[in-house]
């Protein structure tokens, strides 16, 4: 089908920007935090039999749509697949993550069912999910192995994951505010989005005056009618292409979110619904009770996750360079030292070569360094220890440091 609305014009952009402001505030999370990486995406499958044909729409008024939805219940199944150009971390992600099974001795092991040593699992590959919500403090998300799940459970002040594969559970209480609708807990993750909703909200939050917004046409996601919202940055230098958001023409809920790369080819994260139902869940989906002989950590105001040897100290400050798709975010590593440099005596000949085969060597007004890059996010790791990183071309960071 043909685009319904052309590209906003400058006059509009007001307007845009208050809707999109009121859409990224009123966007209802579906799933707990700390279950899904920043990365991940959802595939849909979607219905054969044509688009839909649905009543015309601007981009505002589909923004609208979007900030008045009140979908605070739903059920479905999700398709995990994403593309940064990364090896599948499988199953031994946990032991990169902060508090993971892999780190320290005896003392520091964490959980195998904490949620923060199961992010990076879920930044690459393709996992199935089952979601369910019914309102702010009752939302459920099950990660499906061929022979193993690992669920993660909010219900009222009582926040639970568990492991199938090593009968572990992980408990923590909800700390946030009664009636909070954001789904940040004290100590799990925060802002993590882990639904094509949440994806829309961070991505309406860029969207201004530097992006190109348009409807464009429409599409079957799991068995219902929507409308594509594209969104497409102005500025040269980020790796992001373009954002497509499907949104249900009934409810204004996103269903489908997909990014691709400046660069071309796959997605790098596809987020959505291979079934949804909007009916409320049984109260029974949100129940949870470790069954005997199961291994429980309790997270008591932080203690477990400082034991198994996550956040623990002053986080680094952050400095943004930069607005919109470019930005490009500057901070320093631990110690003001960089990567080893070659000829460096710690470090055994073969395993620098290696270390520099994985970045490519810039240099300019900051000094030099190794450009780390994926199909998305970039990153820059000066010899003096500061690190500037973005979704933006390696040449954007480079620009970034000299500053």
Not at 21 to 31: D, G, I, T
Not at 191 to 199: S, Y
Not at 313 to 326: D, F, K, R, S, Y
Not at 337 to 351: E, F, I, R
Request: charged letters at 25%; hydrophobic letters at 35%.
């Amino acid at each position: 089908m043909a685009p319904y609305e052309p590209e906003q014009g400058t006059t509009d952009a007001e307007e845009l920007s208050a809707g999109r402001r009121k859409a990224a505030r009123y966007l209802v999370p579906v799933a707990v935090a700390g279950v899904a990486a920043a990365t991940i995406g959802l595939v849909p499958a979607l219905a054969s039999g044509g688009d839909p044909d649905l009543p015309k729409l601007t981009a505002q008024e589909l923004i609208e749509k979007i900030a008045a939805s009140d979908t605070e219940q739903l059920s479905g199944t999700v398709k995990i697949n994403t593309d940064l150009g990364l090896p599948s971390f499988g199953g031994g992600a946990g032991a990169f993550a902060p508090g993971g099974a892999g780190g320290g001795g005896e003392d520091d092991k964490g959980s195998a069912a904490d949620p923060a040593a199961k992010l990076l699992e879920l930044a690459s590959g393709s996992h199935t999910l089952r979601v369910a919500a019914a309102g702010p403090d009752k939302q459920k998300v099950s990660v499906l192995d061929d022979a193993a799940e690992y669920s993660v459970i909010h219900n009222g002040d009582d926040v639970w994951a568990y492991d199938s594969a090593t009968n572990e559970a992980y408990h923590t209480k909800d700390t946030g505010k009664s009636g909070d609708r954001s789904g940040k807990k004290d100590d799990l993750p925060k802002d993590v989005p882990a639904t094509p909703e949440e994806f829309a909200r961070q991505a309406l939050k860029a969207a201004d005056e530097t992006t190109s917004v348009k409807v464009d046409g429409s599409a079957k996601v799991a068995g219902r009618d929507a409308y594509r919202l594209v969104l497409k940055p102005k500025d040269a230098g980020t790796t992001v292409g373009q954002i497509t958001i499907a949104v249900d023409a009934k409810t204004g809920t996103p269903l489908k979110f997909t990014l691709t790369p400046a660069s071309g080819g796959s997605a790098v994260v596809d987020v959505g619904f291979t079934k949804v139902d909007f009916a409320a869940p049984s109260a029974s989906t949100f129940d949870f009770k470790p069954a005997k002989g199961t291994k429980v950590t309790e997270e008591d105001g932080g203690s477990a996750r400082h034991k198994s040897g996550g956040f623990k100290g002053a986080e680094p400050a952050v400095n943004v360079i930069g607005e919109g798709w470019t930005s490009v975010a500057e901070l320093e590593l631990p110690g003001g030292q960089g990567l080893p440099t070659s000829g460096s005596a710690d470090v055994p000949a073969d395993a620098q070569r290696f270390l520099d085969s994985l970045g490519d060597k810039v240099s300019g007004k900051f000094g030099s360094g190794t450009v780390f890059k994926t199909r998305l996010i970039n990153a820059l790791i000066t010899d003096d220890g500061k690190v500037y990183v973005g979704a933006v071309t390696k040449d954007a960071l480079v620009e970034a440091a000299n500053r």
